[in-house]
């Protein structure tokens, strides 16, 4: 039985991590510019997005964690540098040896992320004066700075830690995370940083944090916008002093993936939630598919829907949009043997109607939290779904 | 070369044709049922969603045009028979039996419609009630009526015809379609009804709406709802007198399809620009894919991309939301060679940001009509889609 419980300390939980933050002129009054490091080298791996419009700094991270090492993490907002050519990579590439030199290691050792408006090229003059800042102010009291630095649109910063035993010690990972959903005016990015103090073999690591991901930030979805810089990076520097973990059957790896699990569902669901002008918080369950992934993809079709985002804004009770929505799936399932559950009122089961008292069934829907359960009945695959109603200020938002 | 001309008329165009509209009391009080008819038997064809969750009536209509032959359409607006099971069957054929007994045809000749909230049975009294004096109304001067007929939250009625030479005789094809777009509150449904009276084939009829509808009603979008009620159906009744056309080689053939090719696109494109909300006339040309259908996906995606409609509504000149949707439909293209043309300002090609003018790029963002075109650089194919922008209202409007 996996165990692990939620620490204090955010991204910096784990030992020998330290972060700086800090204002470099991306942007005009808010700070644009963070750093998270280890002092100790560190086994590295990354989830990036798979939009073919890719941003510039995707390719160094992709570069960086190729042979499975890396210390150090500089990302700055208020430019995406994306859709920026030869100069975009070249510039991306500069701030790999910026923030290498400010913390001792090689840019090879760096991983470089960017989010912000798409199509213009870095201001590079900037961050020439401001990551050299970044080494001497790193700290191990910074890790509310650092979420605070990659925020652009999110109305609060988003980070989790938890704790296990694993090879014999006490382990930790911290996270942090931005992104108003994809959907943020003008920087269409969801960065997530997540740093442990556990000892892993880096082969595992990345299989690990790729499952985690696939059941967490691969199941949210504000407006099924994909970005070009998205990326989840961890870094696990063994400074827990545990045994290796290399297998999945060592001690500990069982705590460490539901640790990990865990962390990046919180993570998913507080950027799903703080989704631009949600007022709601939408949580998706489908059962009865093939497989998890048809599952998700259900549940993916149901959260991008727009007509129920804005039925579930004006709390209506109009299932039959969840009926519309399953159905433009295209995925093989049958309508007679699936059931429609909103807010804890079944609709449709077996085929029919279900025999429900609408005024309870609409009172329920004045609820924070809104839960959707349907099954598919062809199987027994499952998967959660989070995201957020559309409210009209999700479009003054992002008119620019 | 083909050769139409356009025509007043609308879907009563063609000769022996006849239509009536009536309130029967499914809404409070706008027109709610509408019956079109063919004086002669007529060959007909239909195109129905593929949403798996289908309405009742589009079963009835695929069984009525299965051998080739209907003479009646009978449709209904204020509830849309659809998640309503066993009892929705058998309510549908009892609306072809009224029909047919109307007309005097068998109900096996009778097409069905309907259009409105999901997951509630049809007041079969009150249709009942209706259908039955809809055919002593019957009349070649209700084309306006017809159209207004199956209106819901549409702003304006649309209809559209077209008169050209085939078989050696002028014919006619008159037109009307429903649907703000595919996003009518409780209402998600695209209808239409085209009557010509051309003598055609019913394979080579069925073939040429299937091919006009691809590149038409298929390639709109509003917000990517797909409906459980879409359906075009035609009914070709030979009336004009002309040899009957069998093969493409034929006479006229070339001007038949022309025709309809432009009703059906005239028609698909009033439905695009009606969508709710909308402030904007959007035209997404993509060339260069590597077939019409890959042309029509990235048009599709570049149309739901919700962070460009809201651009437009915002008139923000951000093209690199354009090159984000783009990356995002993971189509096999290449970036740098691609192209991103906004209202006539070329933003990005060969691989970097274009240089243009900023400030008369978003000064020509402040047209109804708004031009975007992409090359994908990696073949010849092409595909038109229309689409509108996406303001408040839109949420406002599909609150409940």
């Known amino acids: 039985m996996a165990d692990f419980r939620t620490i204090e300390g955010g991204v910096l939980a784990a030992r020998d991590f330290v972060a700086a933050a800090t204002n470099c002129g991306i942007k005009p009054d808010a700070l644009d510019l963070v750093m998270l490091h280890s002092l100790r080298p560190a086994a590295a791996a990354a989830t990036l997005t798979q939009n073919r419009f890719r941003a510039a700094p995707t390719y160094v991270t992709e570069s960086a964690v190729a042979d499975g090492n890396a210390q150090t993490i500089i990302a700055n907002s208020g430019n995406a540098n994306c859709a920026t050519g030869e100069q975009g990579l070249a510039d991306a590439e500069r701030m790999a040896v910026l923030a290498g030199e400010a913390t001792g290691i090689q840019a090879s050792e760096v991983i470089v992320c960017s989010t912000g408006p798409i199509g213009r090229f870095l201001p590079m003059d900037k961050l020439e004066a401001g990551i050299p800042t970044l080494g001497p102010a790193l700290s191990r ?143 998706i369950r489908v059962f009865g598919a093939k497989s998890f992934e048809q599952a998700r993809e259900m549940g993916k079709t149901i959260a991008n829907y727009n007509l129920i985002k804005t039925m579930l804004y004006g709390e209506e009770f109009n299932w039959g949009r969840i009926a519309a929505a399953m159905g433009s799936s295209l995925l093989d399932f049958d309508p007679n043997r699936a059931t429609i559950e909103l807010q804890g009122t079944v609709a449709w089961q077996s085929g029919a109607v279900a025999d429900f008292d609408r005024a309870t069934a609409k009172q329920a829907l004045h609820s924070k939290e809104i839960d959707i359960r349907v099954n598919m009945g062809v199987g027994d695959g499952e998967a959660t779904v989070w995201t957020c109603d559309f409210t009209p200020d999700y479009v003054e938002l992002n008119k620019h």
């Open 141 to 283: 009291d910074n890790a509310e700075l650092a979420a605070q630095g990659i925020m652009t649109t999110d109305s609060y910063p988003k980070s989790c830690a938890v704790e296990f035993d694993a090879g014999g010690a006490p382990c930790r990972i911290g996270g942090i995370a931005k992104g108003a959903g994809m959907i943020c005016p003008n920087m269409a990015t969801m960065l997530s940083f997540i740093c442990t103090d556990a000892a892993i073999d880096v082969a595992l690591l990345r299989d690990t944090l790729l499952e985690c991901v696939e059941h967490s930030f691969n199941c949210i979805s504000v407006d099924g916008d994909m970005s070009t810089n998205d990326t989840v990076a961890i870094l696990a520097n063994g400074a827990a002093e545990g045994e290796p973990m290399v297998y999945t059957e060592d001690a500990g790896y069982e705590n460490f993936k539901a640790a990990l699990q865990y962390l990046t569902q919180d993570l998913a669901k507080q950027i799903a939630f703080d989704g631009e002008g949600a007022s709601k918080w939408v949580t």
